[in-house]
């Protein structure tokens, strides 16, 4: 029998409430439920949070980069904005980890105004990257993922809620757990030319 997932914020929200025997809430914009107003807060960075932590299979997207020329020279020649929904760079194919880095960057927007955003920099020409996505959308995470996002939203919440630090402390622990038997699943379906140096990341939260 397959089981039911949760498949919107609220469900999920749900899922970490029980965890640290809270009621359930309807929606997260309950302004008379404190969890809510919690909830609320938290959701978006725990779950970016989570992403960035491992790189999980479900989340691998892939992108050839056009080169900003307008952009300041960095570290390296060239810089390339990076996807919109980019949490952090995986991979950089055909590149040392001593040919690329992560850098804040300026680059013209629509209205000709400058912004800054993240772009990488190297000196390879139309590089071509993996990296871990934004997916905001809980009915396309993995289920591993929703398993250890419920128990580490249970610990960012549970202090807040008037729980002690040992339910705390035993939420994070069980996150901490199934983090670990994702990255042994993971890289047993990644081919090894797959496996990443997990050193450069994109500290950017995109709720």
């Known amino acids: 029998?397959?089981?039911?997932?949760?498949?919107?914020?609220?469900?999920?929200?749900?899922?970490a409430l029980a965890h640290i025997g809270e009621g359930r809430i309807t929606s997260l914009d309950e302004t008379r439920r404190t969890a809510a107003?919690?909830?609320?807060?938290?959701?978006g960075s725990v779950r970016d949070t989570l992403l960035r932590r491992h790189?999980?299979?479900?989340?691998?997207?892939w992108a050839t980069l056009a080169q900003d020329p307008a952009a300041p020279a960095g570290t390296f020649a060239f810089m390339y904005p990076?996807?919109?929904d980019c949490l952090r760079v995986r991979i950089v194919q055909g590149a040392s980890e001593d040919d690329w880095c992560?850098?804040?960057?300026?680059?013209?927007?629509?209205?000709?105004?400058?912004?800054?955003?993240?772009?990488l920099s190297t000196g390879l020409v139309s590089p071509r990257i993996g990296y871990t996505a934004m997916i905001g959308n809980p009915a396309l995470w993995d289920a591993t993922f929703l398993e250890a996002f419920e128990f580490a939203l249970a610990?960012?919440?549970?202090?807040?809620?008037?729980?002690?630090?040992?339910l705390a402390d035993s939420m994070r622990a069980n996150a901490e757990a199934v983090i670990m038997r994702a990255r042994k699943a993971d890289a047993r379906e990644a081919a090894p030319s797959r496996v990443p140096r997990e050193v450069t990341y994109i500290g950017i939260r995109r709720a």
């Open 1 to 15: 029998m397959t089981l039911a997932r949760a498949a919107s914020e609220v469900e999920v929200a749900n899922g």
């Open 37 to 43: 107003r919690i909830i609320k807060t938290h959701f």
């Open 55 to 61: 790189d999980w299979n479900f989340a691998r997207r």
């Open 82 to 84: 990076l996807p919109g």
């Open 102 to 119: 992560v850098e804040n960057g300026s680059t013209a927007a629509a209205d000709g105004e400058t912004g800054l955003t993240s772009m």
């Open 155 to 166: 610990a960012k919440i549970a202090p807040q809620l008037g729980r002690d630090d040992a």
